[in-house]
């Protein structure tokens, strides 16, 4: 497991390594939205600048600069040290989260090359059963429809079975695969 559960539903969850950083961005999503929806406004739009002297901030400025200040501290403590490391020069939670997708990710054209590069090669990893190779295949599904990727549903099934059964591997037709969606196809296994 790459990230921590932690105990408490005020911790953010920990990020151990960026072998499963896209699992962590959505538990991190979550946690901020969950804790505070200006936290996540805070790591998208960057933080609330406002447009008076300090002297003459209003309470919703202050409000809001604290609340920027409450998501870069909840992004340090989810950081091990060698990655936040990383990141630790930054200065607003947006410029950490654009550079820990950056770091883990690429850009978004990086990204979505390695992700179809990833379908192209995804297979059956030996000793893994096919529960673990089914939530693998629908983890990177997800992450390609997030890229604006995405396969018809024959393919989607052909590329399971085939990665679960090689001898499915070169199926061109099996009765009612239409019809059929890849958790149901899943299910009997």
């Known amino acids: 497991m790459e990230f921590v559960e932690r105990n408490s539903m005020g911790e953010p969850p920990m990020l151990l390594n960026g072998d499963n950083f896209y699992i962590w961005k959505k538990r991190m999503i979550a946690f901020l ?16 600048i406002p447009l008076t002297e300090k002297s003459k901030w209003s309470e919703e400025d202050k409000q809001k600069i604290h609340f920027d200040k409450q998501a870069t501290f909840f992004l340090t403590l989810s950081l091990p040290n060698d990655i ?4 630790m020069d930054f200065k607003s939670a947006k410029e950490m989260w654009d550079n820990l997708i950056l770091l ?40 390609l429809k997030e890229v604006n990727v995405t396969y018809d549903n024959v393919s989607l099934l052909v590329k399971f079975l085939g990665s679960v059964n090689p ?23």
């Open 84 to 87: 936040f490391t990383f990141v």
């Open 104 to 143: 883990f990710e690429g850009s978004h054209e990086t990204r979505e090359y390695r992700l179809i590069c990833e379908h192209i090669a995804f297979e059956y990893k030996y000793g893994e059963s096919v529960s673990e190779t089914f939530i693998r295949f629908n983890c990177l599904i997800n992450e």
């Open 33 to 48: 939205n969950f804790t505070n929806s200006y936290f996540l406004e805070s790591i998208k739009n960057g933080p609330h």
């Open 167 to 189: 001898a499915l591997k070169h199926v061109r037709h099996l009765e009612n695969l239409r019809k059929k969606s890849l958790k149901s196809v899943y299910g009997p296994y």
